[in-house]
């Protein structure tokens, strides 16, 4: 919205011609994000405390110290995180770009989603929210569309290529199979995200790790010259999401200070699907959909730690983790919940490294 009102008048006040760095706008994504997360979140939690008597249910079958150290805190934190990443967006964001919006559709698609499942899980004050098929579904319908709206968009020679890593300027021709996998990209990390969010601040940080990273590659898939050193696919109109990511990151960090232990706030799915949703959708614009398993590699190892756990237990009876997901098997183990929380975060941090080291290693 800046850059539509503030650089036609660069004419008349030079200092404005500023607001047309990407670079710059992403700066100012970032602050205001943090801001209103800053300024929002303890209205928010007033009221979510106003409304939640007893804040989010506790599952009887997951660690016993849960029931007594985080009954009573309240849900759907993600309220604030989209309040606060919506409106960096909106503010700094070129809203002539297709991109931006379809980013935005998925996030607030998958955060209302999150929203009705917190929603019945308060008022029915039980951990059962919606139906999981319900769910799901819904889930693919937005993914669906936000799918073929990006295929529509992008350019003919990328619109339905897949990229493989550690390979040069190549994209896998999937034709029609293109959409089914951008959804379960989108999906996956939707509820890979959600499966991580179990401990105070284990989730945020590393998705504000994994939308740093993505920042930095829509803003290098953007860039005709950056993209052809680096010999990745230029995306053209992906450097814009760099605003989208720093927005993000500016949100979480906002969150963090409400949700690190012992937390005021849970995201709940609101928060967790929505931005699971977003990174998944930032990789498939940028062409680095595998990318993201490995940028995003913790929320990936949760995820198996719970098919494994399942999959072990149906077809031999014998649990292959104390508990799942694998943060809960290492509270089984005695680890307190600050150590949990920040090794995890140290293997995020390599991870992304590891991620973003595929931009050269070609």
């Not at 309040?83 to 998925?106: E, F, K």
């Not at 989208?244 to 709940?268: H, Q, R, S, T, Y």
Request: net charge neutral.
């Amino acid at each position: 919205m800046l850059l539509h009102l503030l650089f036609p008048l660069a004419d008349s006040f030079p200092p404005f011609n500023v607001i047309q760095y990407l670079t710059f706008r992403t700066g100012g994504a970032v602050l205001t994000a943090l801001v209103v997360s800053f300024f929002m979140g303890p209205m928010i939690i007033r009221w979510l405390k106003s409304k939640q008597v007893n804040g989010q249910p506790i599952r009887d079958d997951g660690p016993a110290g849960h029931l007594l150290t985080k009954q009573g805190t309240p849900t759907m934190g993600g309220v604030l995180l989209l309040l606060s990443l919506g409106t960096g967006t909106l503010l700094w964001a070129d809203l002539t770009n297709r991109y931006v919006w379809a980013t935005l559709l998925v996030t607030f698609g998958f955060g209302l989603i999150g929203f009705a499942d917190d929603y019945l899980k308060v008022t029915r004050a039980s951990h059962q929210g919606l139906p999981g098929l319900i769910k799901l579904v819904a889930e693919i319908v937005v993914a669906a569309v936000a799918a073929i709206w990006i295929v529509g968009i992008s350019p003919d020679e990328l619109s339905t290529g897949f990229a493989v890593p550690f390979v040069k300027d190549y994209l896998i021709p999937l034709g029609i199979f293109f959409v089914p996998v951008a959804v379960f990209v989108m999906v996956g990390a939707s509820n890979s995200v959600n499966l991580t969010d179990g401990l105070d601040g284990l989730a945020i940080v590393p998705v504000m790790i994994a939308a740093s990273s993505f920042a930095l590659i829509a803003y290098l898939a953007g860039n005709t010259l950056f993209s052809g050193y680096l010999q990745i696919n230029f995306v053209p109109g992906s450097g814009e999401l760099a605003v989208f990511c720093g927005a993000i990151v500016g949100a979480g960090l906002g969150f963090l200070w409400f949700n690190a232990p012992p937390a005021m706030l849970f995201m709940g799915d609101t928060g967790s699907l929505s931005m699971g949703g977003a990174l998944g959708s930032v990789a498939v614009v940028t062409k680095h959909e595998l990318v993201l398993a490995i940028i995003g590699g913790l929320f990936v190892l949760e995820t198996v730690s719970v098919i494994v756990q399942v999959v072990s237990f149906r077809l031999t009876g014998t649990r292959v983790f104390r508990m799942a997901p694998l943060h809960h098997h290492y509270e089984q183990k005695g680890w307190q919940e600050a150590t949990i929380v920040i090794r995890f975060w140290i293997i995020a941090v390599i991870l992304a490294l590891i991620g973003l080291s595929t931009l050269k290693l070609r």
